[in-house]
């Protein structure tokens, strides 16, 4: 597994639920490292199931990581933004930024002939967005 430590990202990690019976292991891995072109497999840590993503699959986490990265790029700019919310005691403020990352976005995707819940985890490539 290729090592992306050189990427100027902050940490974008995507996990799901094992889907071999009995197993419920959780399953993570960098959504960098399956946005190459290479092949890339994940294995259950628990019962060891390679799990290989099929080209759509990988092109859809690429596309996940390309967001990402245009978002990182943006972050100067997010990180002034506010969002308005509406709440049962007026109206809140809510920075953009800190909405992207507590969105922790949830994507349904095909393995197999299995849906699978992928939790896509993100973090601000510097805590300095929510000074
Ligand atoms: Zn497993």
């Not at 259950?44 to 990581?65: E, F, M, S, T």
């Not at 969002?83 to 995707?109: C, D, F, I, Q, S």
Request: some cysteine; glycine content about 8%.
């Amino acid at each position: 597994m290729a090592d992306n430590k050189d990427m100027p990202m902050g940490k974008a990690q995507v996990d799901f639920i094992c889907v071999e019976e009995g197993c419920n292991g959780q399953v993570v891995f960098k959504l960098a490292d399956c946005a190459g072109d290479g092949e890339f497999q994940a294995l259950c840590p628990k019962c060891h199931k390679p799990y290989v993503l099929d080209g759509a699959l990988q092109d859809k986490l690429r596309k996940l990581n390309n967001l990402i990265l245009a978002l990182r790029e943006a972050e100067p700019i997010l990180g002034a933004c506010n969002v308005v919310v509406a709440t049962p005691g007026g109206e809140t403020k809510v920075p953009y930024a800190l909405l992207l990352t507590r969105l922790n976005t949830m994507l349904t995707l095909q393995l197999g002939d299995k849906n699978v819940d992928f939790h896509l985890w993100i973090e601000p490539a510097s805590p300095e967005t929510f000074r």
